[in-house]
């Protein structure tokens, strides 16, 4: 019987090698396929640090936007291998096999069963977020690993040791720092021993304040606030959750606490950071592992429940394995038609080799780690200008310059920011920024002397205000 469930256990870790490779290569493969570059969202931030400290050593400022770097250990492993796009996805499919292996020990500890823990992992690795993780490099791909081991040798007993990840996990984000120790608390008051938890806490409270002041964080990042259409992959979040696993996994949280009432606090906390989720997404990728615990545990009910007509049972279980898998291709596409295009990403090219470097670029928030990391040319506004104390100006000049018919108001706005190029891209015109065609600026770019069109290919326009020169 051991020799059988050993068997399982090694046809299972062989399947789930197989299907990590497959889930976190195709959305890079799509990408390539289409002559994109191979990443995608807010890793072109990440990239540019990377590079900076590779270049400089010690960064804090950054000097193309003129503020500070928002940084961590993980900026500085990135730095040692950052020029080399093969390493870093190589880096990522280890982390995340890493993880799930970390995952599985953990389901183990609470004594799940095999299948239980199988399919929880299945739905896992197909998870969005899972995918967001891994498929590319960031600092949670690091911090969730260390959190799972941290937790892992703190079940079991070993508080120094855990101490040890628990310390590296601050350095790579704090968020998951701050909800390892949530953890730890809530574990040491089931078993009734607070004192469990002292010796971490003390050990890594040190690397907090590290962290804190040698890499600056800010600390209006640490918890970042959603909105709805943030939370659920459904409606379009980069990185988020499958409506119908939520459900599942309600389901399985309902089974589970009919069955055993001992998994109090493991409801209550799913249920806290499913609440949470709708505000912090450090927390939301955390809540994923509870969510595909309880989605795995109602799957394997639904498997095993003896059921009255058989082809009810074989059309439910088709419909939760269709579900969850056309979510993963759902998802995988979002990430493979993602910017930067490949017209993108040659009007980025033409921009670098204009030679006016101090003078801004003027687009969407959403295209500026690009318009930075591939021109090497400041913007205006990006999607860190949200965290900075006058982002409220800054996105009330944005909306006037996007919105304003008045030609010599829009000049004196450009002059007075040093704003030379204008990018326009197909998105911007088709709700992004603009709903009409002859809305605001597009209309004065159309219709006045005092802008020129220098690139217009792939829908991608780029536009220059010669008053400038």
């Known amino acids: 019987m051991k020799k059988r469930y050993s068997m399982k256990k090694v046809s299972a870790i062989i399947f789930f090698l197989i299907l990590v490779l497959i889930i976190l290569l195709l959305p890079s493969l799509f990408r390539y396929m289409q002559e994109k570059p191979v990443f995608f969202d807010s890793v072109y931030y990440d990239l540019r640090v990377a590079e900076a400290i590779r270049e400089n050593g010690f960064v804090v400022f950054d000097d193309l936007q003129e503020r500070r770097f928002d940084i961590n250990l993980f900026h500085y492993v990135l730095s040692l291998f950052s020029n080399n796009n093969l390493v870093i996805q190589i880096f990522g ?62 079940f079991k007993g070993r508080r120094v040791l855990s101490s040890l990840p628990l310390l590296f996990i601050s350095l790579f984000n704090i968020p998951h720092f701050i909800i390892t120790v949530f953890l730890m608390l809530v574990f040491s008051h089931v078993k009734k021993n ?11 409270s040190v690397s907090l304040i590290i962290a804190v002041f040698a890499f600056s964080y800010n600390p209006i990042i640490i918890f970042l606030k959603n909105s709805f259409e ?18 599942l996994s309600v389901i399985g949280l309902i089974f ?35 969510m595909c615990f309880f989605a795995g545990f109602a799957f394997n ?25 056309f979510s993963t291709l759902v998802y995988i596409d979002v990430l493979s038609e993602s910017q930067p295009s490949k017209g993108l990403f040659n009007a980025f090219i033409f ?30 506004i990006d999607e860190k200008s949200r ?23 829009t000049n004196l706005l450009l002059l007075e920011k040093n ?19 002859d809305a605001g600026l597009l209309f004065l770019l159309e219709n006045s002397d005092s802008f020129s069109k220098i690139y217009n290919l792939d829908g991608v326009e780029i536009w220059v205000h010669p008053k400038q020169i």
Not at 361 to 373: L, P
């Open 419 to 437: 704003i030379r190029f204008i990018l326009i891209t197909p998105e911007m015109k088709e709700g992004l920024v603009w709903k009409k065609p």
């Open 230 to 247: 943030n939370v659920f992959t459904s409606f379009g979040a980069m990185i988020g959750i499958p409506v119908f696993v939520l459900f």
């Open 351 to 380: 921009l670098k080799e204009q030679n006016f470097n101090e003078d801004l670029v003027f687009t969407h928030e959403s295209y500026g780690f690009f318009v930075e990391y591939f021109s090497s040319k400041e913007t205006f």
């Open 194 to 204: 607070y004192s469990k938890i002292l010796i971490p806490i003390i050990i890594s």
């Open 387 to 409: 965290f900075l104390n006058d982002y409220a100006v800054l996105d009330n000049f944005t909306q006037q310059i996007f919105y304003s018919k008045d030609l010599d108001k």
């Open 93 to 154: 499919l280890f982390l995340g096999i890493i993880t799930i292996i970390f995952y599985w020990q953990l389901l183990t500890f609470f004594e799940v069963d095999f299948d239980s823990s199988f399919f929880s992992i299945l739905i896992f690795i197909l998870s969005p977020i899972f995918i967001y993780l891994f498929a590319v490099l960031r600092s949670s791909s690091f911090s969730i690993p260390l959190m799972l081991i941290s937790l892992i040798l703190f």
């Open 256 to 290: 589970l606490w009919n069955k055993k009432r001992e998994f109090l606090f493991l409801s209550l906390t799913f249920v806290l950071f499913l609440l949470l989720s709708f505000f912090s997404k450090s927390i939301m990728i955390v809540f994923n592992f509870f």
């Open 301 to 325: 009910f639904f498997m095993k429940r003896k059921w009255a007509v058989v082809l009810v049972r074989k059309f439910t279980i088709l419909l939760i394995f269709c579900s969850i898998i």
